[in-house]
Nanobody, 118 residues
Framework: VELVESGGGLVQPGGSLRLSCAAS????????MMWVRQAPGKGFEWVAG????????EYGDSVQGRFIITRDNAKSTLYLQMNRLKTEDTAVYYC????????????RGQGTQVTVSS
């Protein structure tokens, strides 16, 4: 299993970013996927989950209405469109296999840093 996140960066409050997660080493289309994040000095926070075909999605309360999780099974890639970013969205973002319950002991990629600051 390999997950490689990209697309992070520095953005001003109110801005947008699109994260990507390239998956390999397993049959991506058969796995539900999720995004989680870890802010400095804090534990992991579940952000969003998506079903295998992409028809079902769920979001954490803090990002509901601002973030959109999607996937392209043909490209084995997971996405997170982040809109109306806030300073409190600053964190390292990771993709992981699963839908909602994230175990910090499970495999995740190296993450991508998102910094929201003016």
């Amino acid at each position: 299993v390999e997950l490689v996140e990209s697309g992070g960066g520095l953005v001003q409050p109110g801005g947008s970013l699109r994260l990507s997660c390239a998956a390999s080493g397993f049959t991506f289309s058969t796995k539900r996927m999720m995004w989680v994040r870890q802010a400095p000095g804090k534990g992991f926070e579940w952000v969003a989950g998506i079903s295998t075909g992409g028809a079902f999605t769920e979001y954490g309360d803090s990002v509901q209405g601002r973030f959109i999780i999607t996937r392209d099974n043909a490209k084995s890639t997971l996405y997170l469109q982040m809109n109306r970013l806030k300073t409190e969205d600053t964190a390292v973002y990771y993709c992981a296999i699963g839908y909602r319950d994230y175990d910090p002991r499970q495999y995740r990629g190296q993450g991508t840093q998102v910094t929201v600051s003016s």
